[in-house]
């Protein structure tokens, strides 16, 4: 029978399910995602997407939007960081016109096609540009109307660039050093190849500084230096264009590598389907709702874009990159781009079971971006930003070493580690571990205005906890004693007066007049409500600071069911994740930030399971969907895909760097997860419903499961977790202490 299944699988156009327009319909007020359509491969080192917005605006691609300016090379991660060594093609008709804004050429969304591996739009004035992608290389074409002058605009972007026009060969090369967060912005260059297939009737530069034209040049460098070319009219183009962080003749390799045996785009883009199609298969879902595998695929989607290859294959077929952490070039393989805040709680955990062998090499990449860095990474857009707080790389060392993976040294995770955690990094923020000196005599971050005190007690916390368990997985008793009493000092921060996480003064005082509902102070994107959860190592021993189960729970539901009223604090204004709050109508359960997105399962642990698949089938239903308003808040460089991903498949990681995913409650009736090495594990729901969310019993591989949890183990050895669904809840299973998932802590009678 699963041959039958796998058949059918294989057989699955699951592309038809993304559109990579989701979560497009955001702007600085309000994100439904910030995203934009990315087109590309897994993890790919380059992306590339339609533009409308400015140059300089982190919102490149916004659905409201009525024109496109340009199609370029992306790697944003997210509109905050900004994106880095773009250059943009525009094809125009009639005339050449340079200006950003000037050239925006009109178009509706009904004539896009945008799925991973192509995208194609009919502008409003008849050309037509398609876009195929590899891993470092897009295949692009042009195609014009007939009889216009047909030009094809090349934008340096907003720094640096260099230009240089080869008529005889039909191809522009050069660079462009557009980029925020780099060592060294010197040795900072994307060198590109575009090789076009028709001839050029006319040719020059130009820059977007003072918008100079000059024809017939074909060299240039400056500022914003960029080329343009004529084509015949009605001409179709063909483009491949490579690009390189390496060399310009890398960029060359990169192309014959990856373009080379490819004629047409309809080939590219069969291969990219093909590609996807594998990925999307080896976690293929059934009965559900067309939009709840819509959502589902396309979230799964975005869980497959970042961290970033960043990584290139020299002749030898040998992977080496040029980092971003010292501007040298090394042999071996490097990721980036990703702000571990937002993705150690699912992102990594879903990453582990479906990528492993990745994982592996990114453990690695890591600890060799720590010594190139001086640090370990925490926001990296390709280089360190220092942004958001947490040491939270540790999680993802721990996490991959819990779940089996050996192909780095733990000892080297657990020393660069330790100099994080005692240490201040040199970036403005909290970064390395910003109020380390406290931390460590005091037991707590102490807190006075904006500085996020509290939250950082508790993330470096639960990251300690992390190297505890790490530590004393492989008897490093030196580090294991450290982190396994400061992974306690939550402890140090709650308020069993308020039942709250608060801020503290340097003599120990609660910081007053304290509102739960006053964001930012001592918390970080949140408030007090927020952040009272966030000690994901010991739920346990949070439920005894707060008395027992029965205080627990009534706090939990008093999340969901107080007014989404709230004060702006220290931020001084509506930020936009205070106002994805309020529209998500659940209280103040803000699941558009990651602070509190793990807190439904947290019924799980104190007895009333039912609780957590009650609201997570809420929360999946009410506030994901497959459009451009798809997401509640920052989709996050994965994590909030991610979390979609796993719930829908019932099962979350509310602890990364133990093997435990937590039981929620399956979107769909029938999953099969294929691991890497073609093992199947498969999660059925009978009679799953919209109606039906409460799991009435479960077994796994036929072997009756009271525990409101499955291991990694579980999963990648293959087997079965069958459930039975019902319309009301089962009050006497996964109800005792012996089910709930793993906690530091004991129960206090
Ligand atoms: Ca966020």
Redesign the pocket.
């Known amino acids: 029978m699963s041959a039958c299944v796998s058949l059918v699988a294989a057989r699955k156009d699951y592309t038809g399910f993304v559109d990579t327009r989701i979560g497009t319909d955001s702007d600085f007020a309000f994100s439904h995602g910030n995203t934009y359509p990315a087109t590309g491969m897994p993890f790919a080192q380059h992306l590339w997407s339609p533009q409308t917005g400015d140059r300089y605006d982190g919102w490149k691609y916004s659905w409201p939007h009525k024109e496109i300016r340009g199609f370029g090379q992306t790697h944003q991660c997210s509109p905050w960081m900004q994106d880095y060594a773009v250059f943009l093609l525009m094809p125009e008709t009639g005339r050449l016109v340079t200006g950003l804004k000037d050239r925006g050429a009109s178009f509706s969304h009904d004539n896009e096609t945008a799925r991973p591996h192509y995208y194609k739009v009919t502008l409003d004035n008849g050309i037509t540009t398609e876009i195929a992608p590899t891993p470092r290389c897009g295949f692009f074409r042009f195609s014009f109307p007939k009889k216009d002058p047909a030009y094809l605009l090349l934008d340096g972007y907003n720094d640096l660039s260099e230009i240089h026009i080869d008529p005889s060969k039909k191809e522009i090369t050069g660079w462009v050093n557009n980029v925020r967060f780099i060592s060294d912005k010197e040795s900072f260059r994307c060198h590109f190849i575009i090789r076009f297939d028709q001839p050029f009737l006319e040719y020059g530069t130009w820059e977007n500084e003072d918008g100079g034209i000059f024809p017939d040049k074909t060299d240039g460098e400056g500022k914003g230096f960029g080329a343009y070319v004529r084509f015949k009219p009605g001409a179709k183009v063909n483009a491949r264009i490579s690009s390189s962080y390496i060399s310009p003749e890398q960029a060359e390799i990169t192309l014959e590598r990856e373009l080379g045996k490819f004629r047409r785009l309809e080939d590219v883009a069969a291969e990219g389907q093909r590609v996807w199609n594998d990925l999307f298969g080896r976690v293929d879902v059934g009965g559900g709702t067309e939009e709840e595998v819509r959502t589902f695929y396309s979230c799964l989607f975005r869980a497959n874009l970042f961290s970033r290859e960043f990584y290139e294959i020299d002749k030898e077929g040998n992977p080496y990159y040029y980092s971003p952490y010292d501007g040298k070039v090394h042999e071996g393989y490097m990721f980036t781009d990703n702000g571990f ?2 993705t150690f709680r699912s992102q990594f955990p879903l990453s582990d079971i479906v990528h492993p062998t990745m994982q592996g090499r990114y453990m690695n990449a890591l600890l060799d971006a720590q010594e190139q860095c001086g640090w370990l990474p925490q926001w990296s857009a390709p280089g360190e930003t220092g942004g958001m707080v947490g040491n939270h790389a540790i999680s993802l060392l721990a996490d991959a070493w819990a779940k089996g993976i050996r192909s780095f040294d733990p000892q080297r995770a657990l020393k660069a580690y330790a100099h994080e955690a005692m240490n201040k990094g040199p970036w403005a923020g909290a970064n390395g571990r910003g109020g380390w000196e406290d931390y460590w005599t005091l037991g707590y971050v102490s807190h006075r205005g904006g500085n996020g005190a509290t939250a950082m007690t508790l993330e470096y916390a639960y990251d300690d906890f992390c190297a505890w368990k790490l530590a004393e997985s492989v008897g490093n008793g030196f580090y294991s004693r450290i982190f396994g009493n400061s992974m306690f000092n939550y402890r140090n921060v709650f308020d069993p007066q308020t039942g709250f996480m608060r801020g503290r003064d340097k003599e120990g005082n609660w910081t007053e007049p304290f509102d739960p509902e006053e964001w930012g102070g001592a918390y970080v ?1 949140g408030d007090a409500w927020h952040y009272t959860w966030s000690v994901f190592q010991d739920i346990q021993g949070l439920i005894n600071l707060f008395g027992g189960d029965k205080n627990f729970t009534d706090k939990l539901y008093a999340v969901f069911t107080t007014e989404p009223s709230l004060k702006t604090g220290t931020y001084g204004g509506v930020i936009h ?1 205070m106002a994805e709050m309020v529209a998500a109508g659940m209280g103040q359960y803000a699941h ?3 602070p509190i997105q793990h807190m439904p399962y947290l019924y799980c642990y104190a007895g009333q399971p039912w609780k957590t698949q009650y609201w997570v089938r809420q929360i999946m239903s009410r506030l994901y969907n497959s459009g451009p308003q798809g997401y509640p ?2 989709e ?1 460089q994965g ?2 895909s991610s979390w979609y991903v796993l719930s829908a498949l019932g099962i979350y990681s509310v602890t990364p760097g133990t093997d435990q995913y937590v039981l929620g409650s399956p979107v769909f009736r029938d999953a099969v997860i294929t691991l890497e090495d073609g093992k199947k594990f498969r999660i059925v729901a009978e009679g799953n419903s919209p109606v039906n969310v409460y799991i009435q019993t479960a077994t796994l591989n036929g072997k009756p499961l009271d525990a409101n949890y499955i291991r990694y183990h579980d999963i990648v050895s293959g087997g079965e977790l069958r459930l039975v669904m019902g319309p009301e809840p089962a009050y006497g299973r996964g109800t005792t202490k012996a089910a709930a998932p793993y906690s530091v802590s004991e129960p206090e009678d």
Do not use: K, P, R, V
């Open positions: 805040w937002d994107e994740e558009g930030n990651q808040g920052d996050d994590g909030m």
